[in-house]
């Protein structure tokens, strides 16, 4: 079993509506919580950081950390196609190795 | 803004070249690391390191040494390429303590293809 679950998709939704990301885990001393998003053939960018559980919003996107069920989400409201990328959770116990979930693509149709 | 810096975007090397893969990143982190992405598997650690001259394996270290002879760079080597080595790979940095706030930064990539 891997220590961080993520459907790959690929998801496919129109523009406007709300998506929502998931990732679970096995590991209880994972801490830190991380979405990033990668466009095509570029590196990962961090889009929300989270510390142990709680929500955390950005303009339109919310992350959310329950670590009692072991189960992290990301939120996109309003999608639009600038949005149309791989969205990467990632977790740790500090600042060093990160458990990488397999990634979700995700494509907003105008 | 964090810089992390990969030299090469793309290259295309023979099986059994030598082949060095280089990142620089210019906020004095004490951590870096090396992944490699492939479809379908995500993304697994390769090599890091947590200071100068030091380096640990990482998940999937075979084929792959490193070097880091100064604090800003760190160096991917692949002493004999394969066609199993064609892949993305990027480079990434980190502050040392975890505090919040702080996490690791990615380069661009360096997308190597081994023929």
């Known amino acids: 079993q891997k220590e961080v679950e993520q459907d790959p998709g690929p998801l496919s939704v129109p523009e406007g509506a709300i998506v929502s990301l998931n990732c679970t885990y096995s590991?209880?001393?994972?801490?830190?919580f991380m979405w990033y998003r990668q466009y095509s053939r570029k590196g990962p960018e961090l889009l929300m950081y989270?510390?142990?559980?709680g929500n955390k919003e950005d303009g339109r996107f919310t992350a959310q950390v329950d670590k009692s069920s072991k189960y992290i989400s990301l939120f996109i409201r309003d999608s639009q196609p600038s949005d149309s990328a791989t969205y990467l959770c990632?977790?740790?116990?500090?600042?060093?190795?990160?458990?990488f979930g397999q990634g979700t693509r995700l494509t907003i149709n105008p | 803004d964090v810089k992390v810096t990969q030299s090469s975007r793309y290259l295309v090397k023979r099986t059994g070249e030598k082949v060095f893969l280089e990142c620089v990143q210019d906020m004095d982190h004490e951590n870096m690391f090396w992944y490699r992405q492939d479809p379908g598997l995500g993304l697994r650690l390769i090599y890091f390191?947590?200071?100068?001259?030091?380096?640990e394996k990482g998940d999937i270290p075979e084929g792959y040494s490193v070097s880091r002879e100064k604090k800003e760079r760190f160096s991917l080597i692949l002493e004999s390429a394969s066609t199993n080595q064609t892949s993305m790979y990027l480079c990434?940095?980190?502050?040392?303590?975890?505090?919040?706030?702080?996490?690791?930064?990615f380069g661009e990539g360096s997308w190597l293809t081994v023929v």
């Open positions: 990632a977790m740790s116990k500090g600042a060093q190795k990160l458990v």
């Open positions: 390191s947590y200071d100068v001259k030091m380096k």
């Open positions: 590991n209880s001393a994972f801490q830190y």
């Open positions: 990434a940095s980190s502050l040392a303590r975890a505090t919040s706030g702080n996490t690791i930064y």
């Open positions: 989270t510390y142990s559980s």
